[in-house]
């Protein structure tokens, strides 16, 4: 039985390191590791269940440790980031999920906290000295429960009127190990499909459908319950398997584990994430001003 999870890493562990078509690197730095995965063809992205491109995976320390807006995992995850999208132009960035759902409030909550600056131009912008900044459009998208509009009309409108150079799409993430959960970071040039984590897919955000670049920006928050349990209980057998998925999904429900402390999980994976958001895209501006500004 399949085991779900968003994150690129753990597809190529489940699926065997040695496959065709998928290069793997793995680097250190500041503490931190640093995964690059790159499925190179479509046989590679059938047997990963990836889609094409470039996934970045940075583990860092768990996000319920002390952590300051000083800290250097701004910077490093910022660089990464910046690889990823074009050296200029509009950037728009867009928050996803349910912000009354906690470990769902990731997108939201990020957004909520990036420097928006495509209004800030001409003699203003000038002669208040921040005509260095990097146009940047912000917005929260909800979810279709909230709005009645789906996530990709939402986005694909707002493309074609305001047209960025690049989509950020900010959104919580399923992983298949709570112990990735807070500590991991995944950023990709594959786009997303909102809600996949929990088994609610609808239409994916990428270049194939709105056009323009669009960088994937999340924080695993929760893990699959028949996931888990095949994990921990190590289940090879597909009926065993059948049997433990209708136990833990009574009346086809999905069930997902959190840790206790998801308030404070993401409140800071929130601010981790949009401060290395506001690094990648205001290169040439302090983080100390860009804070001063929010």
Known sequence: MERRTDLALEARELAGEDIQGVEFSRRKECGMEISRLVVKNHQASVKLKKDEGTYITVEIPALTDNFLSTDERISVIGKEIRRLLPVNGLVLVCGLGNIDITPDALGPKSASRI????????EFAR????????????LSTGVTGQTGIETFEYIESIVRKVRPTAVIVIDALASRRISRLGCTVQISDTGISPGAGVQNHRKKINFETVGI???ALGVPTVVDAVTLVLDLLDVDDEKTAEDLKTSLNPKNRTMV????????????ASRLISLSLNCALQKDV???LIEALL
């Open 286 to 288: 302090d983080i100390q």
């Open 213 to 215: 670049p669009v960088i």
């Open 127 to 138: 002669s208040t000295g921040l005509d260095r900044l990097r146009p940047v459009a912000v």
């Open 257 to 268: 584990v959190t840790p206790k402390e998801i308030d404070l999980l993401i409140d800071r």
């Open 115 to 122: 420097l928006a600056t495509r209004h800030i131009t001409g």
